[in-house]
């Protein structure tokens, strides 16, 4: 069972991903000011946007498994799984760092704006400090293991993979943890590989103390327990109205006494986000599952190479928008700026699609 509007919300989620990147790159080096209400705006939209995906993401892979169960006569096929997942992930990663390779390439070889230095002389923000390949990060994210590991940062070219290798580790524990569960006729050897899959992996986040991991972990089950929730009716919309009553009462607290706690990714953040999941999950699941939603054709044809324009829009924005033209900006009025907007998240969104039929092919099908 898998809700057509989840994908609605997929599209949603990854525009509003790249308007805040869009914000980031071209617009804050010309008004930045830390204290700006339309920076943390920006900060908090393009955050819980990112903790959507991750909550339709557990959503989509509890399905998925339960899916595999139903359809192998009470057993996991972990193999099944594996298999799609690997599909699912590997084509799309591999072409974003193949994009980041020859967005380097050109910006160093003809010499545009971050072959030496993004930094212009009136800079007031500097998205990132100049164009290079980053070979070492690059290994250590074909392995999965930038953020995974605190010390291992993320290809300066493409910030936004550091999600998806948490995305990776999630698949796995919710994997081996439901396959330990459901699967009744495991042998010993099988118990004890899925048990030490699980516990070494939240075991060495924990010993890491990587915060970031073990919260996003939390929202990701809370995605994957809201599956099982409405497929097997143990809800009462009334009830589920109530605790959303309840948790909003929370957060307009919060919002109004102590606004830092929806600071994004910091210690206080951290506990308000599994509230606002919760919020998300429950609004979702009582008003928007069932309904025809605003601009519903546009945002579904998004969803279709979501996962493609999520990972390579960063690269193509720093090579269109901000190597091209950065240095023109200064000189541009505001309607020349907004055109040149509009038209590069154009091509960014259209290339995004066309590479899409390559990589994610399957939902052309």
Partial sequence: MYEKNLDYCRGLFATLVVFAHTYQIILLPLIYDKNSVILKLVQFVAAYSVVGFILI???????????????NQGKI?????????????????LLSILVVICVVFCI?????????????????????EQARYDWELIIYNLFFLNSFIPEIKNITMNGPLW?????????????????????????NLQKNISIFIFIGIVGLQLFLNNKQFLYLL???????????????KKYNILNLKKILFVISIVLLFFLIFKIHYFSPYTSKGYKTMILISIAMVLFYSIY???????????????SKY??????????LLLLLLLSLFHQKLYKMN?????????????????LSKYFSYIVERKNYK
Avoid: C, Q, W
């Fill in 288 to 302: 928007l599952s069932k309904n025809n939603l605003y601009l519903e054709k546009f945002f579904y044809s998004i």
């Fill in 57 to 71: 993401s557990g959503y989509s892979i509890a399905s998925s498994l339960h899916n595999n169960y139903l359809k």
């Fill in 163 to 187: 999600s998806l290798n948490f995305e990776v580790y999630f698949y796995v524990l919710l994997s081996t943890f439901s396959f330990f569960l459901i699967n009744n006729n495991l042998n």
């Fill in 218 to 232: 939390i929202v990701f089950f809370i995605g994957a327990l809201s599956y099982y929730i409405s497929y097997y």
């Fill in 77 to 93: 096929n972990i193999k099944e799984f594996i298999k799609k997942r690997v599909n699912r992930i590997v084509p799309p990663f």
């Fill in 108 to 128: 160093n070889y003809f010499s545009l704006n971050g072959s030496e230095a993004y930094l212009l002389p009136d800079s007031k923000y500097v998205p990132r």
């Fill in 334 to 350: 505001i309607l020349e700026v907004f055109f040149l907007l509009v038209l590069g998240n154009f091509m960014i969104f259209k």
């Fill in 306 to 315: 979501s996962y493609t324009l999520y990972i390579i829009h960063f690269p």
